[in-house]
């Protein structure tokens, strides 16, 4: 069964930047897609961006936040590691990893979804 | 983007009835992209269905899915007390961003 879980800092400076890891056990990240997702303290889920695994290596990101984040995997640790520059409050939220599935159906059509989540990370801007 | 809303907010039943739930997006999304998950306190989403209407293994029978184009429908029959929760839906797309949210259905206990 696979087991995902966040760590890094709880608390970040405003306009220093958060790191978080995503320790993946049970299964090897390799070939698959792996998301940070993150939730608001009103409730709302936003998707930040992908890592697919693979050689090379390919990421995709939220346009929104393009500009300061990096998500990266080492396959040597099992681990996807996600970097968000400049911080602000508005940053605050909790951090969810997923493996982020790409199931095909066809040859033109794929499934989609997130279909294991690790516990989250509450990380606030202050 | 496109932007899926779910309604209502927040559905108010009693355990043994049954929950609709809605998710309607601003343009038309693929039945293979529209997914729903159910996330209680304190816990990460819950993967319960995919592709609209396929259940992800070990989800009960009684949640179902259904739906097309720019209108998606999530059922519980029977509710059960552990079903009492926040319900969010979830489309794909590659323009621009991957995929969104909607900001989710409140199932509470009448």
Known sequence: QLFLHESGPGLVNPSETLSLTCSVSGGRIGGSFWSWVRQFPGGGLEWLGYVYVNYPDGTNYNPSLKSRLTISADVSKNQISLHLTSVTAADSAVYFCARDQTERVSKWEYNYYMDVWGKGISVSVS | EITLTQTPGTLSL??????????????????????????????????????????????????????SGTDFILTIDRLEPEDFAIYFCQQYSDSPSRCTFGQGTRLEIK
Request: aromatic share 8%.
């Open chain 2, 14 to 67: 009693s355990p043994g009835e049954r929950a609709t739930l809605s998710c309607t997006a601003s343009q038309s999304v693929s039945t293979t992209s529209l997914v729903w998950y159910q996330q209680k306190e304190g816990q990460a989403p819950r993967l319960l269905i995919y592709a609209t209407s396929t259940r992800a293994p070990g989800i009960p029978d009684r949640f179902s899915g259904s739906g």
